[in-house]
Structures are given as C-alpha cells and as structure tokens.
T-cell receptor, first 115, second 115 residues
Framework: NAGVTQTPKFRILKIGQSMTLQCTQD?????MYWYRQDPGMGLKLIYY???????DKGEVPNGYNVSRSTTEDFPLRLELAAPSQTSVYFC??????????????FGSGTRLTVV | GENVEQHPSTLSVQEGDSAVIKCTYS??????FPWYKQELGKRPQLIID?????GEKKDQRIAVTLNKTAKHFSLHITETQPEDSAVYFC??????????????FGQGTTLQVKP
C-alpha cells in the first residue's frame, strides 16, 4: 500500500514548455485534490475531483488542467509554463476515518522551477 | 468562498513554554477544522482536528478549541519541545455527503522552539 505517489519529485522547466505532474493512489479514494504551496502563502487549491470523470476548479486554476479517467490517477497538466508557476505541488486524497472525521493523505510533493 | 486567516506568521518560544496559534474563517457552513504540521521539505501531516459540534479536543500536549459564534479556532501546544519546531497550518472545510471536502488553508505559522 503505497498511499499517494507523486512523480517527478523535482523538475526544471523552461518558460513556455509543458509538463504533466502525476498523482496515483492505491487506496480507492474518490476525492482527490491538487494544491500548490508558495513560501509564506500556505496551500492553495488548484483543482479537485470527487470521482472518476468529475473535476472542478479550486482557488487558483488558471494555467492548469486536470483529468480523472480512473479512480487511481489524477494528473495535473501545465501548458505554457510561466515563472509564476514555480512552486511545490501536492496531491492529496480524502477518506472518512469514522466519527464524522476525515483523513487527508498527501503525496510527497513535486518541486517545480520555471526558468 | 471560504477564507481562512492565520496568526501569527512566526512564533518563537522557549522550550517548555506554551504556544498558541489562531485562525479565523469566513464560511459559517464550514464544520471541519484540521491542523497540519509540516517539517522542512516534508509533506503536511495531520496532528489534530475538530468538528463544529465539539468545542475542544485534546491529544497529549496538543489541544484545539473552536468558537463557532466568533468563527475562530486555535491550536495550543503545551510544554513545547525543539521537535515541535515546524510550520503549522490550519484549515477549514465543509463536510457531508453533498460537499466536496475542499480544504482551505491558512497562511501558516512558523514555530521555533529554542532549547
């Protein structure tokens, strides 16, 4: 049981390039989220999905796209990378832990630099 | 949408002292409030959470209090130790079968515990 796996761990992109950040989970969780973390700014929600085939925008979706063709995978696509997208990206899943509480499992993150 | 404000942004205490971090939220429908600890270069880890039907929750040296009327909640760490040094994030969410469970995070507090 690997939990939430993100690849790659590090990446340097040139302005205008594109890439896909991969997120895979083996816990059969329906709810998945993408966050970005900038220094001193906390985590901002980019996109989320409540199940296969269903995605929606979060707080900061511009410049990104997602898809959710399976329960396991929730890739984040960057088109035309810009320096403002330099950040650490975290994928997360949610499940009920009992007593009305929830557990959010985060991946280890992808550190992206756009130069 | 939901907005979460967190204070202070940095906090320095002597080992053994207490530390208090405060958050306010804007969405009165939010009903789940977790706290995360993030060590340098690591993913956020849940340390304690509270639901809106509970005013206080304690787990060893960590406690969280919630004031629904004022829409604020606080993290209390007693008898701080150097290993408590990290960035702490509060978050708020609407839960329930009809909600998406999106976590909206505060900006984070960097806690330094001096030996």
């Amino acid at each position: 049981n690997a939990g939430v796996t993100q690849t790659p761990k590090f990446r340097i992109l040139k302005i205008g390039q594109s890439m896909t950040l991969q997120c895979t989970q083996d816990m059969n969780h329906n709810y998945m989220y993408w966050y970005r973390q900038d220094p001193g700014m906390g985590l901002k929600l980019i996109y989320y999905s409540v199940g296969a085939g269903i995605t929606d925008k979060g707080e900061v979706p511009n410049g990104y796209n997602v898809s959710r063709s399976t329960t396991e995978d929730f890739p984040l696509r960057l088109e035309l990378a810009a320096p403002s997208q330099t950040s650490v990206y975290f994928c997360a899943t949610r499940t009920r832990t009992g007593g009305g509480n929830y557990g959010y499992t985060f991946g280890s993150g992808t550190r992206l630099t756009v130069v | 949408g939901e907005n979460v404000e967190q204070h202070p942004s940095t906090l320095s205490v002597q080992e053994g002292d207490s530390a208090v971090i405060k958050c306010t939220y804007s969405d009165s429908a939010s009903n789940y409030f977790p706290w995360y600890k993030q060590e340098l270069g690591k993913r956020p880890q849940l340390i304690i959470d509270i639901r809106s039907n509970v005013g206080e929750k304690k787990d060893q040296r960590i406690a969280v209090t919630l004031n629904k009327t004022a829409k604020h909640f606080s993290l209390h760490i007693t008898e701080t130790q150097p290993e408590d040094s990290a960035v702490y994030f509060c978050a708020a969410s609407r839960t329930g079968s009809s909600n998406t469970g999106k976590l909206i995070f505060g900006q984070g507090t960097t806690l330094q515990v001096k030996p």
